[in-house]
C-alpha cells in the first residue's frame, strides 16, 4: 500500500522513525508531506535514509504568513533532490482566515507554476476554497496531481477528474455520519482514487481521536472496499497502481 499523503517527520510525531519501520515491514510506502521549508528539507533527508519515503515538498496555507519570497528561491535548489515526487502540501485554507487570501492565491499560483515547469504533480488542499482552487488549476492549466483529504461535492469531484486528478480519501470515510464522503466514493471510479491518512490527523475508526499513521491506511482501504462492493485486495492494488502512475513510483 502507499499512503499518498501523510506528515510523518519529527516535528509531528515523536514515534516517526518507528512508524516508518514498522511499515516498511508491512510494506507500506509513504509520500510524506511538507508544509514549509524546514519540513521540506526534513522530509527530503527521511526519503534518503528510508527507502519506503518518498517526498512532497512545499510551502503551504498554515504558513504562508511568514513566507517570503526567498523560500520559493529555496524551494526551487530543493527540488532538485532525489525522490521528490510531488509539490505538496499546497492550496488554499479559507476555514480558519480569508484576512490573508491574495498571500494565499500568490504562492498557490506560484508553486503550481514551479510544479509545471519541473513537471511534478501537485497535492492540492481545498477547505472552504474549492471553487477558487478548482478555477486557479483550470486557469493555469494543471492537470496532474491529487485533491488531498477530498471533502467536496460529488460534481465538484468530477470536474478535479476531468483536469486529471485523482481524489484523496482519508479517515473521514470510515466516520458514521460521513455521507457526502460516502457518495463520492461510490460514484467516482476507483481509478481516480487515492488512499491517504494525513497523518498525525484524522485517524479512522476504530482508531479514532488516537494519533493516526500510516499502517491505518487498511481501515480505509476497507471502508472503500465496502462501498463500492469490492475486495480489499481488489482497491489496494488499483489504488497503488494509480499512486505510482501519478508519482513516476
Known amino acids: 500500500m502507499i499512503d499518498t499523503h501523510c506528515h510523518v517527520y519529527e516535528e509531528e510525531m515523536s514515534d516517526y522513525k518507528d512508524i516508518i519501520e514498522e511499515c516498511d515491514k508491512q510494506d507500506i510506502s509513504m509520500i510524506v508531506n511538507a508544509v514549509d521549508i524546514e519540513s521540506s528539507k526534513d522530509i527530503i533527508s527521511l526519503s534518503k535514509t528510508y527507502k519506503n519515503v518518498y517526498a512532497a515538498i512545499g510551502l503551504n496555507y498554515d504558513t504562508i504568513d511568514r513566507v517570503e519570497e526567498k523560500d520559493l528561491i529555496e524551494l526551487e535548489k530543493l527540488i532538485k533532490n532525489e525522490k521528490i515526487v510531488a509539490i505538496g502540501e499546497i492550496g488554499l485554507d479559507y ?17 503550481l507554476k514551479l510544479a509545471k ?18 478555477d486557479i488549476l483550470k486557469e493555469m492549466d494543471i492537470h496532474k496531481g491529487s485533491m488531498h483529504c477530498y471533502s467536496g461535492s460529488l460534481e465538484m469531484a468530477r470536474e478535479f477528474i476531468k483536469l486529471g486528478f485523482k481524489i484523496g480519501i482519508d479517515g473521514p470515510i470510515t466516520y458514521k455520519n460521513n455521507k457526502k464522503g460516502v457518495e463520492v466514493v461510490k460514484n467516482i471510479d476507483l481509478k481516480d482514487i487515492l488512499l491517504e491518512t494525513d497523518s498525525p490527523y484524522l485517524s479512522p475508526e476504530p482508531n479514532r481521536g488516537k494519533q493516526n499513521s500510516p499502517l491505518n491506511l487498511k481501515y480505509i482501504a476497507k471502508k472503500i472496499a465496502d462501498i463500492k462492493e469490492l475486495t480489499e485486495d481488489e482497491v489496494i492494488e488499483i489504488t497503488t497502481n494509480n499512486a505510482k ?5
Open 95 to 111: 476555514y480558519w482566515t480569508k484576512d490573508n487570501k491574495d498571500k494565499q492565491i500568490k504562492y498557490f499560483k506560484a508553486q
Open 117 to 134: 515547469e519541473y513537471d511534478l504533480p501537485v497535492i492540492v488542499h481545498a477547505r472552504e476554497s474549492v471553487q477558487d482552487v478548482y
Open 245 to 249: 502512475e501519478l508519482y513516476n513510483l
